[in-house]
């Protein structure tokens, strides 16, 4: 991250911390209590078990990003918060404010390749081959990873450990742009042309494109399994009240999973099987030499016995059946599709947007900046909360071998 929305360091004497100083401590701790045992017990369970599907390879590296925010990230922040100023010197000042960036790069890149490997395995017939799949994956988190060393590696030139009161010996991990205002008193608009350029390319890069690309993936996935899906739902009063179910246990991953593999057009391989199956009548008939008798329960339950319905009716039977189970399941897995995909992409906005929106605002307009940020402060620790979010959306807690 390139701000941190410190105070102002305008006095001649080192600030004091603030109210919502304490509000943050108390939410890292919360943050580290919750996210430490959860992202430790899906890296227990996922080293325990064989990486099956394109999934499990997504998630264990989504993990290992979450597990660099929790050990990371938090522990230096709550350091800062409890001391108040820089103790570790420039070269871990610039060590940790590569880091940070890192590990929420490196997160939002993951997630990226989440939405883009469930969108690529409705879209491209090629992708949905195990092998091939696969190693189409690995490229992508090898980008991932790699994006993320590249756009973080500038914070090694941009922060640097200054000392701001010296009769205190009181030492900050600053920007130099922050250096510049320090020293100089005054803004010079053509020194700070960079730390624009430099902010917005971070905001985007962090938040704004993978926001952008997340959404869409999403969407595309919906709008396939919504279309694909109606053809199999002809105003069945049933499947609609059925449809209307909540998603349980559900998770992202395994509910994405299926609906992008879900084919309607199933039925015409059921239908050609049966066809195959028969003596040419449309069904297949009993080996039993004498047809099976049905029991039945009239309106008294006494039960009564018929000779078993004619191949025609059962032939009709059968397409029934199969047309209402498919259309139930067409249906049920678009409510669900919707549920999740609207769930990741609010998930991911509510989480992400408060601090990228103060980082915009704050080279936009920094007299309304200075407004909300007393009041917003904490927004941009919501951040961190997708550490403690991602493994109970992604079902990294609770891994099924889910095959894609």
Same mark, same amino acid.
């Given at each position: 991250m390139?701000?941190?929305?410190?105070?102002a360091?305008?006095?001649?004497? %080192? %600030?004091k911390? &603030?109210l919502?100083d304490?509000?943050? @401590?108390?939410?890292?701790?919360? #943050?580290?209590?919750?996210?430490?045992?959860?992202?430790?017990? *899906?890296?227990?369970?996922?080293? =325990?078990?064989?990486?099956?599907?394109?999934?499990?390879?997504?998630?264990?590296?989504? +993990?290992? *990003?979450d597990?660099?925010?929790?050990f990371?990230y938090v522990?230096?922040?709550i350091?800062?918060?409890?001391t108040?100023? $820089?103790?570790?010197g420039?070269?871990?000042?610039?060590?940790?404010?590569?880091?940070?960036?890192?590990s929420?790069q490196?997160s939002?890149?993951i997630?990226?390749?989440?939405?883009i490997d469930?969108?690529?395995?409705i879209l491209?017939?090629?992708?949905?081959?195990?092998?091939?799949?696969?190693?189409?994956?690995?490229?992508? @988190?090898?980008? *991932?990873?790699?994006?993320?060393?590249?756009?973080?590696?500038?914070?090694? &030139? #941009? $922060?640097?450990?200054?000392?701001?009161f010296?009769d205190?010996?009181? /030492?900050?991990?600053m920007?130099?742009? =922050?250096?510049?205002?320090?020293e100089?008193?005054?803004?010079?608009?053509? @020194?700070?042309d960079? =730390?624009?350029f430099?902010?917005?390319a971070?905001?985007c890069? #962090?938040?704004?494109?993978?926001?952008?690309?997340?959404?869409?993936? /999403?969407?595309?996935?919906?709008?396939?399994?919504?279309?694909?899906?109606?053809?199999?739902?002809?105003a +069945?009063?049933?499947?609609q009240?059925?449809?209307?179910?909540s998603?349980?246990? =559900?998770? !992202?991953?395994?509910?994405?999973?299926?609906?992008?593999?879900? +084919? %309607? @057009?199933?039925?015409?391989?059921?239908?050609?099987?049966?066809?195959?199956?028969?003596?040419?009548?449309?069904?297949? &008939?009993?080996?039993?030499?004498?047809?099976?008798?049905?029991?039945v329960?009239?309106?008294?339950?006494e %039960?009564l016995?018929r000779?078993s319905?004619?191949?025609?009716?059962?032939?009709?039977?059968i397409?029934t059946?199969v047309?209402t189970?498919?259309?139930?399941?067409?249906?049920?897995?678009?409510?669900? !599709?919707?549920?999740?995909?609207?769930?990741?992409?609010v998930?991911?906005?509510?989480?992400?947007f408060?601090?990228n929106? &103060?980082s915009?605002l704050?080279?936009?307009?920094?007299?309304?900046?200075k407004k909300l940020?007393?009041?917003?402060?904490?927004?941009?620790q919501?951040?961190v909360?997708?550490?403690?979010?991602?493994? /109970?959306?992604?079902?990294?807690?609770?891994?099924?071998?889910?095959?894609?």
């Amino acid at each position: 991250m390139t701000t941190t929305f410190s105070p102002a360091l305008l006095t001649d004497s %080192p %600030p004091k911390p &603030l109210l919502t100083d304490r509000l943050e @401590l108390y939410s890292l701790l919360l #943050v580290f209590a919750l996210g430490a045992p959860m992202n430790l017990g *899906a890296w227990v369970q996922q080293r =325990e078990k064989p990486t099956i599907s394109r999934l499990d390879l997504l998630k264990k590296h989504l +993990n290992h *990003a979450d597990l660099t925010i929790i050990f990371v990230y938090v522990p230096s922040r709550i350091c800062w918060i409890l001391t108040y100023d $820089w103790r570790g010197g420039d070269m871990l000042c610039k060590v940790v404010k590569f880091m940070h960036t890192f590990s929420f790069q490196a997160s939002s890149n993951i997630i990226v390749c989440i939405a883009i490997d469930r969108l690529f395995s409705i879209l491209c017939d090629s992708y949905k081959c195990p092998t091939r799949g696969k190693n189409r994956t690995r490229k992508m @988190l090898f980008i *991932a990873w790699l994006l993320a060393v590249i756009i973080s590696f500038p914070q090694i &030139l #941009v $922060w640097k450990n200054f000392l701001v009161f010296p009769d205190h010996r009181w /030492y900050q991990c600053m920007t130099i742009w =922050e250096v510049a205002r320090h020293e100089r008193k005054a803004k010079d608009p053509r @020194l700070f042309d960079l =730390e624009t350029f430099y902010s917005i390319a971070h905001i985007c890069l #962090v938040f704004w494109i993978p926001a952008v690309i997340i959404a869409i993936s /999403y969407v595309s996935v919906l709008s396939w399994v919504w279309v694909n899906s109606r053809s199999t739902n002809k105003a +069945n009063p049933i499947v609609q009240r059925r449809s209307g179910g909540s998603f349980g246990g =559900e998770t !992202a991953e395994t509910l994405l999973t299926r609906a992008s593999e879900w +084919n %309607p @057009l199933r039925n015409l391989s059921i239908s050609k099987h049966l066809k195959d199956s028969t003596d040419g009548k449309g069904i297949a &008939l009993n080996t039993y030499d004498r047809p099976p008798q049905i029991i039945v329960l009239d309106d008294s339950n006494e %039960p009564l016995t018929r000779p078993s319905i004619t191949p025609s009716e059962a032939s009709a039977v059968i397409r029934t059946n199969v047309h209402t189970s498919q259309s139930y399941s067409a249906s049920v897995t678009r409510a669900r !599709a919707f549920r999740i995909s609207c769930l990741l992409i609010v998930a991911y906005i509510v989480c992400w947007f408060p601090y990228n929106f &103060l980082s915009l605002l704050r080279l936009l307009d920094q007299h309304l900046f200075k407004k909300l940020v007393d009041n917003l402060y904490f927004a941009q620790q919501l951040m961190v909360f997708t550490a403690v979010l991602n493994p /109970y959306l992604y079902g990294q807690v609770r891994i099924t071998c889910t095959r894609c």
